[in-house]
T-cell receptor
Framework: GAGVSQTPSNKVTEKGKYVELRCDPI?????LYWYRQSLGQGPEFLIY????????DSGLPNDRFFAVRPEGSVSTLKIQRTERGDSAVYLC????????????FGSGTRLTVV | AQTVTQSQPEMSVQEAETVTLSCTYD???????LFWYKQPPSRQMILVIR??????QNATENRFSVNFQKAAKSFSLKISDSQLGDAAMYFC????????FGAGTILRVKS
């Protein structure tokens, strides 16, 4: 597509529920990144895919967070047993190769856990 | 640890005037990239300007320019002839293996 698409735009879920956030990167971009942005803060790195494999998942906060990119295109970020502290904007970005020219970001999914 | 510090939580500028946003970073690497991103209320991060650390010449993109001081690990953004549309959150970031962001500076533009 023309840009990075993230769905849903907003998600409200109850504490303890499971959620999936989807990211559709720019066609041809081999690298895909997930970031989490809390209110008033800068984005924090979660995980980075190069193709289908996770090249760096050092930012995932705990084992409730998991992400996949099975065909090297669309990625899904999965959060189990959501907690109120998971409330944030989840940003996805993609880039050619290593991203030395910067990443292209989507508009994010605002997750609210009530 | 690799960190990016933006010491100004908020800045204001009069329309048509110039403003400078500060950024410092900490890394032991010599080869990296630096970026400024703009985030309007739509949430989408927009690339403003990019600098390669091995280049001494400061990057310029129309009204946006940087002052890159490698020894001081400083990377400030200058916005000339400020416009109402420049109002947004601005993030400084550097990249070795992945983008690392600062906490951001809110820029307000007064008419």
């Amino acid at each position: 597509g023309a840009g990075v698409s993230q769905t849903p735009s907003n998600k409200v879920t109850e504490k303890g529920k499971y959620v999936e956030l989807r990211c559709d990167p720019i066609s041809g971009h081999t690298a895909l990144y997930w970031y989490r942005q809390s209110l008033g803060q800068g984005p924090e790195f979660l995980i980075y895919f190069q193709g289908t494999g996770a090249a760096d998942d050092s930012g995932l906060p705990n084992d409730r967070f998991f992400a996949v990119r099975p065909e090297g295109s669309v990625s899904t970020l999965k959060i189990q047993r959501t907690e109120r502290g998971d409330s944030a904007v989840y940003l996805c970005a993609s880039s050619l190769l290593g991203g030395d020219y910067g990443y292209t970001f989507g508009s994010g999914t605002r997750l609210t856990v009530v | 640890a690799q960190t990016v510090t933006q010491s100004q939580p908020e800045m204001s500028v009069q329309e048509a005037e110039t403003v400078t946003l500060s950024c410092t970073y900490d890394t032991s690497e010599s080869d990296y990239y630096l970026f400024w991103y703009k985030q309007p209320p739509s949430r989408q991060m927009i690339l403003v300007i990019r600098q390669e650390a091995y280049k001494q010449q400061n990057a310029t993109e129309n009204r946006f320019s940087v002052n890159f001081q490698k020894a001081a690990k400083s990377f400030s953004l200058k916005i000339s002839d400020s416009q109402l549309g420049d109002a947004a959150m601005y993030f400084c970031a550097y990249k070795i293996n992945k983008l690392v962001f600062g906490a951001g500076t809110i820029l307000r533009v007064k008419s």
